[in-house]
């Protein structure tokens, strides 16, 4: 347990409206609870306008046991309460067998393979179509078009690292 307060955050960043979590450390219960803490408040933090989606990566996680697999159904209904759609990725054949075992379905949980099909997926959710992109420049607000031109700006600036 003593690696747990060594690493206590997973790096994050934003990148087309979806917070990216590749999780690449060990899983202890006490940097679960500050992950699903961190991506909440990063998904809260943003804004009506900010992030949509979370990309969660377990491809690394090697065990998963009930705490860690009710930690992820719980960031996926709580994001969903918040305004975000969370899709886990990298989930290979033993942990897809693990979280069976622990009941957790579909249903609870949306997946994909990859990180692209993932972003694809959440395409609609982070770009309707009744986007600001697709109204004329001339019908477009002042703080849309604010809206649209610092966006660019915090997909590269939004990250949170262990130092934070």
Request: hydrophobic share 45%; proline share 3%; aromatic share 4%.
């Amino acid at each position: 347990m003593e690696g747990a307060n060594t690493f206590s955050r997973v790096g994050m960043h934003v990148m087309r409206g979806c917070l990216i979590v590749p999780i690449q450390i060990e899983l202890y219960d006490e940097v679960l609870q500050q992950l699903q803490r961190d991506i909440l408040n990063k998904v809260n933090d943003t804004g009506v306008k900010g992030v949509k989606g979370v990309i969660i990566d377990v491809s690394v996680v090697e065990i998963i046991d009930s705490f860690i697999a009710q930690i992820f159904v719980d960031i996926c209904r709580m994001t969903a309460l918040i305004g975000a759609q969370t899709i886990l990725i990298g989930i290979r054949p033993a942990l897809a067998g693990a979280l069976t075992d622990l009941g957790i379905g579909v249903r609870d949980i949306h997946t994909a393979l990859t990180l692209d099909h993932a972003i694809s997926q959440l395409e609609p959710v982070v770009s309707p179509a009744t986007s600001v992109l697709n109204i004329p420049e001339e019908d477009m607000t002042h703080e849309d078009a604010e809206y649209w031109a610092e966006d660019a700006e915090d997909e590269a600036d939004l990250y949170v690292d262990e130092g934070q």
